[in-house]
């Protein structure tokens, strides 16, 4: 089964349909249709699309958490039947367990690997600095703002050292501000270690701040309807977000969600 | 490590500090004026009807002198055992109820109906099966107290947010380790705030019990009102409130421990 010549992700006609119930009618509603898509090792890719598109739906098949109606996805070979070690997950809200300090949080997936306990505090201590969080190891998620609550999020999933990070808008839900400074801060770690990221947003500034590459979504049924290259040199800052270049590509990829955006709107 | 810039919210500020010296002002002050109160209205209406205050204090000392309260002590010993039972019934029987459809959609309306119906009605039948000893006793405090345990510990399963569980899975979280690290933390605050509205119930049901039978303290209480010693009558009320509220209190000081992130589940109201 396993091939070395395969990308980190490869996904390949890959559908799910749901009925929905509208009135007294069972409808089978396609929510994404015939998905394709290779992710090399070690990019950063993000898929930016209206909301109910599907977006979150594709990630958490990739996680192995939902079963996609036909179709499937490959991680580094191996087929997606649940969740795989391959890869992590961070959510949009924290999902931290409100029992757990900040450092037995970051500690629970390697508890899940059986790692031993000496290692594990010591790894999870690491991804605790790493994301600037050291002094808050005793404190409980609901004692942390919400900007640290997802910093302790991407510390838990960086800890049990994935090959691919899977990111459903983990920034969605914080003030603008502390959402800068994440990206920022997520752009800075996945520079030093390049994981392969599969990252969902539906901030298009944000998905070209981080990424490699930008897939547009539409929605109903979720597809992609464009993949874009993006160019700007690393580390990026501030500087980035100024560039002429940066400013058009984010008003090309609006103009090509308008339609989406203005359909959703309207449901 | 530096010094996080802000105190964590578990600890005591000087401003929390102020605010509970204040509380104990205003209910010393509120206890005393209750007590001036008693002790007029009881010299008012004499003996016969009422004791005041000072001579329910005489009859507290006349009920240890006398040894008569350690009465309480053999009664707690066998509320305590219904309560165990309890507990070691209410909580299992709820997690799957919490956690299984089948199970709850079987067992909710037995225990819906239990819970509204009145307990002190079955007090006869339960004589018949079980006479008017220690069984009896034990199964009375446990059915008043068992339904507490059993509907909070269903409301905290299913109460557990399923991201989390979610959140587990992708982890790869076994089962197993899903009810072990996700599903019973995730309960036990619930759990706990049910075993401590049960306590307040089974503390109920011995008293109850035993007044039925006319046994123990259930039996002093009766003899005690029937020779109008309403002094010694009332001392002993008075102390069985106390422990009722002194037990109450050490649940709540367990749950904060056990649960420190779940305070405000543990302490509604404070």
């Not at chain 2, 053999?74 to 029987?93: D, K, R």
Request: with cysteine.
């Amino acid at each position: 089964m396993h091939r070395t010549d395969a990308g980190a992700v490869e996904i390949s006609n890959l559908s799910i349909v749901f009925s929905q119930r509208i009135g007294k009618v069972q409808q089978r509603v396609a929510a994404l249709e015939n998905i394709n898509l290779t992710i090399a090792d070690g990019a950063f890719v993000s898929i930016v699309g209206p909301s109910g598109c599907g977006k979150s739906t594709l990630l958490r098949i990739t996680g192995g958490l939902v079963a996609p109606s036909d179709g499937e996805v490959r991680l580094y070979g191996t087929q997606v039947l649940s969740p795989r070690v391959e890869s992590a997950m961070v959510f949009q809200h924290h999902n931290l367990f409100p029992w757990r300090t900040t450092l037995r949080n970051v500690e629970f997936g390697l508890e899940m690997a059986n790692v031993p306990s000496a290692e594990r505090r010591e790894r999870a201590k690491h991804y605790l600095d790493l994301v600037g969080l050291t002094s808050f190891a005793d404190y409980y998620p609901h004692q942390l703002s919400g900007g640290m609550q997802q910093r302790v999020g991407l510390a838990r999933a960086l800890a049990v050292e994935p090959k691919i990070l899977l990111m459903d808008e983990p920034f969605g839900a914080l003030d603008a501000q502390t959402r800068f400074l994440l990206q920022e801060e997520l752009s800075r770690i996945w520079v030093q270690d390049r994981k392969t990221v599969l990252f969902i947003t539906h901030d298009i500034e944000e998905a070209l701040f981080l990424a490699d590459r930008v897939l547009v979504m539409s929605s109903r049924p979720g597809r992609f309807i464009e993949d874009i290259n993006v160019p700007f040199d690393r580390p990026r800052s501030d500087h980035t977000r100024g560039l002429a270049q940066f400013g058009e590509m984010k008003e090309h990829i609006w103009q090509l969600l308008k339609p989406s955006a203005a359909g959703s709107e309207l449901i | 490590m530096s010094a996080p810039p802000f105190p964590a919210r578990g600890r005591i500020a000087a401003g929390t500090r102020k605010t509970l010296s204040r509380k104990w002002v205003q209910r010393l002050l509120v206890w005393g004026a209750i007590i001036i109160a008693w002790e007029i209205f009881g010299r008012r209406v004499g003996p016969f009807f009422f004791a005041s205050f000072t001579q329910t204090m005489g009859g507290l000392r006349e009920l240890v002198v006398s040894g008569d309260i350690w009465v309480l002590g053999e009664s707690i010993q066998q509320m305590l055992s219904g309560y165990l039972l309890a507990a070691v019934v209410g909580i299992p029987v709820g997690l799957l109820m919490g956690a299984s459809r089948k199970f709850r959609h079987v067992l909710e309306p037995y225990v819906n109906l239990m819970f509204v119906a009145s307990m002190e009605a079955l007090l006869p039948f339960l004589i018949i099966l079980f006479g008017v000893g220690f069984q009896f006793r034990t199964m009375v405090v446990f059915l008043f107290s068992v339904l507490y345990v059993v509907l909070n510990t269903q409301a905290g399963v299913r109460n557990i947010d399923s991201q989390l569980i979610e959140t587990a899975r992708s982890f790869r979280a076994p089962a197993w380790r899903i009810f072990k690290d996700v599903m019973l933390p995730g309960t036990l605050p619930y759990i706990l705030a049910g075993l401590r509205l049960a306590l307040g119930m089974a503390l109920q049901g011995m008293i109850i019990a035993e007044l039925w039978v006319q046994t123990q303290t259930g039996a002093l209480l009766f003899g005690l009102a029937e020779f109008r010693a309403l002094d010694r009558f009332l001392a002993l009320v008075l102390v069985i409130m106390i422990l009722g509220a002194l037990a109450t209190e050490a649940l709540f000081w367990v749950q904060r421990k056990a649960a420190p992130w779940a305070r405000d589940l543990a302490t509604p109201g404070r």
